[in-house]
């Protein structure tokens, strides 16, 4: 933690000076431990190949044209825009639809499309999916990435996001306004194309709270009412009787941002043909300007705990006699802050054969500010890990905690979500907030972490930390790696799970 959070690495954005140079640091440790490396040409490093794009500040507009009547939106305060991954300089000018959450969920009967033509217009789209979905359901409707593709797929030229009140406290204007000031990535196919890109989508944007209000007002229609229908499970898209037109230029590059793979082969004749993955991102979000003149972002615990935590366990495994019946992979992975691209990249283009791979296992911003008492798993209830993850709990002592907050499905939140949708098992394992020393609140040092220092300056290696927490958390993470590494039977997904439904049999395709 001390070398990854240090200022010299300068935050790890991805595609950064700062981020190879701590590659090459977690290489270097791979190679020490005596890992194989899973790399390209006998390396560690699996380079993957972006386009970079970031909005030139100032050369955003969004304007709204009805009957006559100009409304010229303020950037910043009424609307966020990022860069693009179209063309450099983009102009539209097109009608807006409103299209709800902008979803189709049959087994819900629920069509925002039913009825409406899209093609060639701008959609207004709300965050979220409806609440009366399923705690899966809803978070897998949710995904933006997936409006996206159905946008797309209809025609749709732009997308303009309104938050609804819940996402207003979960997604902040100012965060909002820093990740589209930040550089956007996407990793590039075998034809140059940026995977995911969307470049048909030129007239995207996010309203706050003030430019909602200025549209619906212009539209003469209750925002309100719209958010409490749709609140409901209601559908009701509309034509705003609204033109829009948005224009904005981007600084484009082509970068290359590696991840950085080893291999623990494993020891039994038929088994060492199965993988287990440990995943840790490595990136962070570099240098921004920040509180104080503070403008670099650590990442002590997110991520440079989690990347110590799988070195830990990586060294623990290979010192092993006898070593582990299955075999091991490492993965240090990029981009995860640029929206899970390092490790989508991996799922796609694994150095095994995908079939092969039984399970990850994700570390992602383990807070280790006390010393721990209990896990959680995020994700784990979908498939019998459960069973693993119980087992070495029960093994260590510590207590297994539920997810406090299943409706966020945090499955789909990290890098364990790439390789679910290849259909691999996955969780992402976490300290609890419970503290072993009655003296020390873990539950509160935790919460200033995540209201005061997350995605921030502060989250560097001035926080609190426990030798006996990070040493508790590392010996769950090998414990539950040889747990599921030495099991006869492979994890797999329970019977009806939602995501082994739709993902499982993508896996069984291969």
Known sequence: MEVLAADDMQGREAGTEGHRKAAAYVASRFAGIGLDPLGDGSTYLQDIEFLETRLIAGSESFSLHRRGSEVAL??????????????????????LVFVGFGIQAPEYEHDDYADIDVAGKILVVLTGAPPRFANNERAFYSSSTGKQTLAAERGAVGMVTIRTPVDQERLTWPRILGDAASSDMRWLDSAGTPHEGFPQLRGSAVLSESGAARLFKLAERDLDAVFDRHDQGGTGSFEFDISATLSRRSSQQRTSSPNVLAMLPGTDSVLRHEYILFSAHLDHLGIRPGDDGDDIYNGAYDNAAGVATMLEVAGALAKLSPAPRRS??????TAEEKGLRGSDFLARSPPVAIENLVANINIDMPFLGHPIADVEGFGVEHSTLHHSLVRAAEELGLELTPDSRPDLVRLIRSDQFSFVKQGVPGLNLKPGSASSDPAINGSELRTTFLRDHYHAPGDDLTLPFSEQGATRFAQM???????????????QWKDGDFFGERYGRLKKAH
């Open 74 to 95: 303020d950037a910043g305060r009424d609307f966020a825009r990022s860069g693009g991954f179209g063309e450099a300089e983009e102009t539209v000018t097109a009608p």
């Open 328 to 333: 091991i992979i490492f993965a240090a992975v």
């Open 477 to 491: 993470a090998l414990t539950l790696g040889l747990a599921i590494a030495n099991d006869d039977e492979a994890p």
